[in-house]
């Protein structure tokens, strides 16, 4: 091979256009359209073939048209206001500022295995990688002292081409580093600054990466250097591609690597935030750092690091939890466990549901969940089922206290609005909505938009939309070679006036994709309807993997040629977030038909709905939170079926029917002056129901009061006097678990206190007026525990068939007196009876300590025996 020097090359810019540098190295243009109106003004054929993309735009204009816009007074002042634009938003006070004051500020580490900024930065693949890239920029808007941990990928997420009979077809392209709006992290003498992360045998180097988002940071590792072998180098490859080896090696990478970067930069995390399992090692490398600083125990160092661990959980598919078979644990672990101060068994057993099943591969949500002291789910359903689905891992604890909540999901509003309703909420919100997006009373006045102009708006994003689908139509046409004939009718399909449905996401098989197709010619006669056509616009990709999702694109691809129906139907290849704005803007209906309750959350609906994009959904993820019945349809009584099969068809054919009987009749009812009243009253209520709801502003400032500030202040709290706390919440855990076996509730007596007498319950007729009072003692044995060490509650709510405590809720018990020199101690607590029907009473025992995050933060429970 021959020897080769490496330089890099910059745009030559006039003086007068140094701001062009500025304004394009921070991707705060993504979410502002004068900013990125001013790079397409500079070429709009280039800003489109350069992918939006800025800084290869100015590497890639002419010095002709750079002198020309130079000279240039209209431009040269845009370009002033944009760099004034992006300064004036870093110098601003912020919501953070404001609603934190006291507060000493935190840094928040949030790691994600991708992030969606924008499409010229394709580090993504689908939802969780927009849900991040949401995230930053919310928390860069609010001013949430965060910085975002995640790899930069030499491909990316594959772009996808369907063959001429519909089979998708996967190609990578190189990313081009030094053409994005990204710079290496160097040191003082100018060299890039690495970090070094342990492998079998060897040591693997990676550099990092930074993006400006608004006035956060995002690093990026990346292992694509010279002192790395080229197998090494390939770890960074591309997104979710390879084989489990190549799994683990990236998420130690992200996790590990990660945690060292930050520290390697002078960044030491208060609180680290996992979004999804990926990146759960982080939690393991914070165990070793801190011990090894510290001189801790194990125990200690996980306490002190609980604390200051955020962890969301999202998917429920399994293909989608990454898991790691013994052997590969071993392979990359097996060094690395003893400085953790661990055996083996201890530390497979901190990502197994079952400690002691030797056969159960290593769980990463399960190390992230052990490993955090705050858990949450992305919706409410999704955080219930998540409870149901992990509360074993609590062993005793009713379903509906397992300490996992919900953050419901949202999206960056300023993204993913069109210019055109962004242009009506400035003008009837007032010109700082944009700021107070969670407040609801700014959201009310969206009925004072007048209709003909929220229409008009409306039409000219659907407008946009048919333009942009034809093109990309013809151009997917002469890629599979088509003749000039079929080339032609690119031109024809779709029209502005027909009511237009979009589905576009992951075609995986739970969200249905071809459910709309179970009855063909029902969907056909819906089609052509001559007097009220609906036309549908598909999007999205398969994992490579993934054959059923692929199958599931070659049957909607074979319907959508069938002559009958071509002009109807359009897939639109290689999805990405530049095809989801134009969707999601220019739609009348976002539909939705995920098996329930498999969707997690589901934000692309959220982003319909802020552009006045009606949504009919199955009633999973976050539907159930965001439909009301004047903003949009559900399909389904929102029951789970046995039989899939039978779930589908009658799903099939509620779709069918909600759009003959209530969709189609609405949106072609037309007044005098032909506007659609009654529709865009639903698009104004769902305006106002979604947009201070489901919006990330909302969803950051959520993390920040629930989650962000108690985990730093907690942190910090057991991190002071060199961790004297931590180490003796430590060892007080350690003699509670050691003496759990020994305690017991020995007695319980009940009382009735109904007003003029005071009599035990008799067992034999139970039964109790409202408003009676239950007066309860409990005998409970600790030994050597104190009383204030546990906490005695009576536990009562309704009861089924079986006589179990449905839907229970827990009352304190207050200590009374010790019994005796046996550790035998008496509490006394008092209930109502508040409700008719059947209902139980319990007794229980849990662990009590002011330093932990919740009650259930052992998993010991002690429940009184019949």
Known sequence: MPSVRNFTVLPALPDSLQDLDYVARNVFWAWNPQVIELFRRIDPTLWVSCGHNPVKLLGSVSQTRLQALARNDSFLNELKQAADALRAYLQSSTWYEKACPQTSKPVIAYFSAEFGLHECLPIYSGGLGIL????????????????????????????????????????????????????????????????????????????????????????????????????????????????????????????????????????????????????????????????????????????????????????????????????????????????????????????????????????????????????????????????????????????????????????????????????????????????SVFDKSVWNQTDQIPDEELWSAHQRCKDRLIVFARKRLMAQMQRRGRCHGELRQAEEVLDPKALTIGFARRFASYKRGDLLLKDAKRLARLLNDPDRPVQFIFAGKAHPKDTGGKEIIRHIIHFASEEAV????????????????????????????????????????????????????????????????????????????PSQDYQDMVEAQAIYSILENEVVPLYYTRSADNLPRAWIGKMKATIKWVAPRFNTHRMVAEYMRRFYNPAAARYRYLAAEAMTRAKAFSRWKSEIREAWSQFAVRDVTVHVNDGPSDEQLNPRQPQLKIGTELNVRALVKLGHVRPEDVCVELYSGPTDSWGNIQEGSPTPMRHEQRAGDDGEHWFTGMMACKATGQHGVAVRVLPNHPDQVNPYDLGLILWEKG
């Open 132 to 435: 991040a890239g949401d995230h930053l920029k919310s928390a860069s808007d609010l001013g949430i002292p965060l910085v975002g941990v995640g790899l930069m990928y030499q491909k990316g997420y594959f772009r996808q081409h369907l063959n001429i009979d519909g089979w998708q077809q996967e190609s990578y392209v190189e990313n081009d580093a030094f053409n994005m709006p990204i710079e290496l992290v160097r040191k003082e003498s100018g060299r890039p600054l690495t970090v070094s992360v342990e492998y079998p045998g060897r040591s693997v180097q990676a550099q990092i990466w930074c993006v400006s988002v608004g006035r956060i940071k995002l690093y990026l590792l990346d292992s694509n250097i010279a002192p790395n072998s080229s197998v090494d180098r390939m770890i960074t490859s591309n997104l979710y591609g390879g084989d489990r080896e190549l799994r683990i090696r990236q998420e130690i990478l992200l996790g590990i690597g990660g945690l060292k970067a930050l520290l390697a930069m002078g960044i030491e995390p208060t609180v680290c935030h996992m979004n999804e399992g990926h990146a759960a090692f982080m939690a393991l490398e914070r165990i070793r750092q801190l011990r090894s600083a510290k001189n801790m125990t194990f125990d200690e160092a996980v306490e002190a690091t609980r604390s200051g661990n955020v962890f969301t959980v999202h998917t429920l598919v399994k293909a989608g939890l990454d898991e790691f078979g013994v052997e590969l644990m071993d392979k990359y672990f097996g060094g690395y466990f003893p400085h953790l101060g661990i055996n083996r068994r201890q530390f497979l057993a901190l990502g197994r549901m079952l400690p002691d099943d030797d056969s159960e591969p290593f769980k990463m949500p399960v190390l992230a969940i052990r490993l955090s002291g705050y858990v949450n789910g992305v919706s409410k359903l999704h955080g219930q089922i998540s409870r149901e689905m992990w509360g074993s891992l609590w062993p005793g604890i009713p379903a509906k206290e397992v300490p996992i909540i919900s953050i419901t999901n949202g999206i960056h509003l300023k993204t993913w609005l069109s210019e055109e309703i962004g242009g009506l909420y400035q003008r009837y919100l007032g010109p700082s909505w944009s700021e």
């Open 566 to 641: 071509r002009r109807r139907i359009v897939f639109l290849e290689d999805y990405d977030m530049d095809v989801a704005r134009f969707l999601v803007r220019g739609v009348d209906v976002w539909l939705n038909n995920p098996r329930r309750p498999m969707e997690a959350s589901g934000t692309s609906g959220m982003k319909a709905a802020v552009n006045g994009v009606l949504n009919m959904s199955t009633l999973d993820g976050w539907w159930p939170e965001g439909y009301i019945p004047e903003g949009g349809w559900v399909i389904g009584d929102g029951q789970d079926d």
